[in-house]
């Protein structure tokens, strides 16, 4: 059983940058896709970034450009760099990881196809 916990989630200024951890403990991940999604108020879980186990990233419009999606195996840890933060990315935010998605743009609309969960962290952009 893969248990996913989300990190570095804080209160940041318009402009800002913050960077978000997701980990597992006792379990590696190098096998597996992870994602980000995020969830605004009201609004469903956006998928925005995942990266596979070769490392290789995607990323929604909403984010590229701005949000880098990394990984260390040393650290057994998926990064989320987010720069040039905008009110409207306020959300919380959730890793996910499944051992057979591929991490295609597809791959990100579906939430159904992502098999571990963590339980978020909250991000707020605000002056």
């Known amino acids: 059983q893969l248990q996913l916990v989300e990190s570095g989630g804080g209160l940041v200024q318009p402009g800002g940058s913050l960077k978000l951890s997701c980990t597992s403990s006792?379990?590696?991940?190098?096998?597996?896709?992870i994602a980000w999604f995020r969830q605004a108020p009201g609004k469903g879980r956006e998928g925005i970034s995942c990266i596979n186990n070769s490392a290789r990233p995607n990323y929604s419009d909403s984010v590229k450009g701005r949000f880098t999606i990394s990984r260390d195996g040393a650290k057994n840890t998926v990064f989320l760099q987010m720069s040039s933060l905008r009110p409207e990315d306020t959300a919380v935010y959730y890793c996910?990881?499944?051992?057979?998605?591929?991490?295609?743009?597809?791959?990100?609309?579906?939430?159904?196809?992502?098999?571990?969960w963590g339980r978020g962290t909250q991000v707020t952009v605000s002056s």
């Open positions: 006792g379990t590696t991940l190098d096998f597996y896709t």
């Open positions: 996910a990881a499944d051992a057979y998605q591929l991490c295609s743009k597809a791959e990100l609309t579906t939430t159904g196809d992502w098999t571990y």
